[in-house]
């Protein structure tokens, strides 16, 4: 069975910096797509951020440039290094993998269980 597990979240003043984590196990041979995305209260939930696993990035407009996604095919791991926060950054974070080629064969779109960002102003 797949998990995703988030760690990094946190509460942090503006232009500050955070590292959210996230490492998914289980019986994965590998994993095509791998990203980032964020969710507010009464909101839907939107991209900040993807990575192939030949580390093709893809960002929103409204982080790109201060946010770097990075990926350790080995580890089935993605990071988020997000820099200059600004409180329109407080969400929740979710891990998000897809197209995973497991023991049982191709799996898709698998979260994890979120991790909460506070920017403060």
């Known amino acids: 069975q797949v998990q995703l597990v988030e760690s990094g979240g946190g509460l942090v003043q503006a232009g500050g910096s955070l590292k959210l984590s996230c490492a998914a196990s289980?019986?994965?041979?590998?994993?095509?797509?791998m990203g980032w995305y964020r969710q507010v209260p009464g909101k839907q939930r939107e991209l900040v951020a993807t990575?192939?696993?030949?580390?093709?990035?893809n960002y929103a407009a409204s982080v790109k440039g201060r946010f770097t996604i990075s990926r350790d095919n080995a580890k089935n791991s993605v990071y988020l290094q997000m820099n200059s926060l600004k409180p329109e950054d407080t969400a929740v974070y979710y891990c998000?993998?897809?197209?995973?080629?497991?023991?049982?064969?191709?799996?898709?779109?698998?979260w994890g269980q979120g991790t909460q960002v506070t920017v403060s102003s």
């Open positions: 289980g019986s994965i041979a590998s994993i095509g797509i």
């Open positions: 998000n993998a897809d197209r995973l080629f497991t023991s049982l064969g191709m799996r898709y779109d698998f």
């Open positions: 990575m192939t696993n030949n580390f093709i990035a």
